[in-house]
């Protein structure tokens, strides 16, 4: 299940995923705090770091960069997907309510909030599109480029714990990813609690690809989204 949302903002800073992600644990917290503590919290109120079950994108139009800004044209357009129907009511309703969202000196006006139609999957193979590009690491958290050879493997390894925690078990048989037309993106991101300077550097990879499973997984995947960092805006794909 998935929806698409519209807000009115005057321009977005160049890590702009993070206020959506912010927006999401907020809405949460206020629509259902028992469910925000099983997903963001460990523990005795430790942050839980374990992958949850939606992703999201963000698309502008003509977007343009100007000092650490970005420049676009119409609203942004935000796409929110999950297959646990709870997460996905929560964030649905809660937004039905929010008028404006506030995160430091950013603001978004919410304007129009759609419900999505879900595509059909009906075969092992399917042709995907990214609307938010795909980030595949290694264990030592080294990015890997589609040309790697243990890309597959990682993916495989990413899948198969996404699964997991979304449905108590992971992937039927192993998943085959092709590139059609596949382009690297360096995506920069403010991360709180990050050691290393100011901004992360993200490389992942946008563009058109074919990805071969068993059904349930494909269809699960489809909702869930594919890669690391699927809650932080990586990773959503749609069926072309």
């Given at each position: 299940?998935?929806?698409?949302?519209?807000?009115?903002?005057?321009?977005?800073?160049?890590?702009?995923?993070?206020?959506?992600?912010?927006?999401?644990?907020?809405?949460?917290?206020?629509?259902?705090?028992?469910?925000?503590?099983?997903?963001f919290?460990?523990?005795?109120?430790?942050?839980?770091?374990?992958?949850?079950?939606?992703?999201?994108?963000?698309?502008?139009?003509?977007?343009?960069?100007d000092?650490?800004r970005?420049?676009?044209e119409?609203?942004?357009?935000?796409?929110?997907?999950?297959?646990?129907?709870k997460?996905?009511?929560?964030?649905y309703?809660?937004?039905?309510?929010?008028?404006?969202?506030?995160?430091?000196?950013?603001?978004?006006?919410?304007?129009?909030i759609?419900?999505?139609?879900?595509?059909?999957?009906?075969?092992?193979t399917?042709?995907?599109?990214?609307l938010?590009?795909?980030?595949?690491?290694?264990?030592?958290?080294?990015?890997?480029?589609?040309?790697?050879?243990?890309?597959?493997?990682?993916?495989?390894?990413i899948?198969?714990?996404?699964?997991?925690?979304?449905?108590?078990y992971?992937?039927k048989k192993?998943?085959?990813?092709?590139?059609?037309?596949?382009?690297?993106?360096?995506?920069?991101?403010?991360?709180?609690?990050?050691?290393?300077?100011?901004?992360?550097?993200?490389?992942?990879?946008?563009?058109?690809?074919?990805?071969?499973?068993?059904?349930e997984?494909?269809?699960?995947?489809?909702?869930?989204?594919?890669?690391?960092?699927?809650?932080q805006?990586?990773?959503?794909?749609?069926?072309i």
């Amino acid at each position: 299940m998935r929806f698409l949302c519209e807000f009115e903002a005057k321009d977005l800073p160049v890590s702009y995923r993070i206020i959506f992600v912010s927006m999401i644990k907020d809405i949460l917290k206020k629509e259902d705090e028992i469910l925000y503590r099983k997903l963001f919290i460990y523990g005795d109120d430790k942050k839980n770091k374990a992958t949850k079950s939606y992703t999201f994108a963000v698309l502008l139009k003509n977007p343009k960069i100007d000092d650490e800004r970005i420049q676009f044209e119409g609203n942004v357009r935000w796409f929110f997907s999950s297959p646990d129907p709870k997460i996905l009511i929560n964030v649905y309703n809660g937004l039905k309510r929010l008028n404006t969202f506030s995160y430091r000196e950013e603001k978004l006006d919410l304007k129009k909030i759609t419900l999505l139609p879900q595509k059909v999957i009906g075969d092992e193979t399917v042709v995907f599109k990214t609307l938010s590009p795909i980030h595949i690491k290694d264990k030592s958290g080294k990015p890997l480029s589609i040309r790697d050879e243990n890309f597959s493997r990682e993916l495989n390894y990413i899948s198969d714990i996404s699964l997991k925690n979304y449905r108590g078990y992971g992937i039927k048989k192993p998943l085959r990813f092709e590139p059609v037309n596949m382009k690297k993106v360096v995506v920069k991101e403010r991360i709180s609690g990050f050691d290393k300077g100011e901004f992360l550097y993200i490389e992942a990879w946008k563009g058109i690809f074919k990805l071969s499973g068993a059904l349930e997984d494909l269809r699960d995947l489809y909702e869930l989204g594919v890669g690391f960092r699927r809650n932080q805006g990586f990773g959503m794909i749609e069926v072309i």
